[in-house]
């Protein structure tokens, strides 16, 4: 692994790690990442035109079925070796926060807990109108006769259940959110795995941590805007580079 000694032994040190993720860390548990052009049934819609407050009015049945669709796709995956190496990571660094920008819950299926998710989480949906926590009808989602649409259930309100995931224009949870800033300005250490960084506001935690000082190591297999922001980037698959890191740099923590 290209780093140097000298890295190795800061992050060795490190009293508080901060792992954030985007869905680049589930790829390779088989879930499409948003910048991928989305599959199958879905190849001809952008993420950003379903994953709106207006889209799931306009097409309610619409825009739940995408989210079934991928709440199937998570439901039939597993954690990858990059979410078990950062649950391992919780043992090894005397503080660990992770921040993930996915609405997955593979992170806590691998192990790691207290896991802030800035984005939602697909397994809480709730009442478009009283936004009271509402639970899935189905365990299992339905898979769409051949189409796209299922229609959303209903609240004993009369709303629409809608996915319990931030929408484009929604305000981020605020007490994830601050928790997220409060890590990313103490850690001394950042690790950004499998994002694009170009969502706002989640994206600028890399650049708190940079401010603070602390390293900060970039893995992903394609170029973002951090790469000439960050201490080192790690070029390459999550799933192969996260596990080496780890045992590299904490190995016999
Ligand atoms: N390992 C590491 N990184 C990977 C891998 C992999 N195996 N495969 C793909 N990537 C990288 C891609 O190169 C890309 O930079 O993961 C990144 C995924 O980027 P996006 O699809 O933009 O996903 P993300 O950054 O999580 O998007 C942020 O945008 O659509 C919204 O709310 C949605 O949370 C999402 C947010």
């Known amino acids: 692994m290209d780093i140097s000694e000298d890295l190795i032994g ?3 040190n490190a009293k508080h790690v901060l792992v954030f993720t985007g869905a680049g860390v589930s790829a390779e548990s088989g879930i499409p990442t948003f910048r991928d052009a989305l599959t199958g049934l879905w190849e001809r819609f952008d993420a950003e035109e379903l994953a709106t407050p207006k889209a799931f009015l306009n097409d309610p049945a619409l825009v739940w079925g995408w989210y079934e669709w991928r709440r199937m ?3 039939r995956a597993r954690p990858n070796p990059a979410h078990l190496a950062i649950a ?3 043992t090894r660094v005397p503080r660990l926060t992770v921040v993930t920008q996915n609405v997955d819950d593979l992170h806590e299926r ?3 807990r207290d896991v802030l998710h800035l984005h939602g989480r697909l397994d809480s949906p709730f009442c478009f109108a009283c936004r009271r926590p509402a639970v899935y009808p189905n365990e ?3 898979e769409p006769e051949g189409g796209r649409h299922v229609e959303p259930p209903r609240c004993s309100c009369g709303g629409l259940i809608r996915p319990g995931v931030v929408w484009f224009g929604e305000m981020l949870p605020e007490i994830e959110w601050n928790a997220a800033i409060d890590a990313a300005r103490s850690c001394d250490a950042f690790l950004c795995i499998g994002t694009s960084s170009v969502v706002q506001p989640a994206a600028s935690l890399t650049m708190m941590a ?4 602390a390293i900060t190591i970039q893995v992903n297999p394609n170029p973002t805007a951090l790469d000439d922001q960050v ?6 698959q999550a799933g192969k580079i996260l596990p080496e890191l780890v ?3 904490w190995g016999d923590s």
């Open 10 to 12: 800061r992050l060795r």
């Open 73 to 75: 796709k998570v439901l």
């Open 88 to 90: 391992a990571l919780e």
């Open 110 to 112: 691998a192990g790691s």
């Open 140 to 142: 299992i989602p339905e």
């Open 210 to 213: 940079i401010q603070r000082g």
């Open 231 to 236: 201490t080192i980037n790690l070029s390459g």
């Open 247 to 249: 045992e590299t740099a």
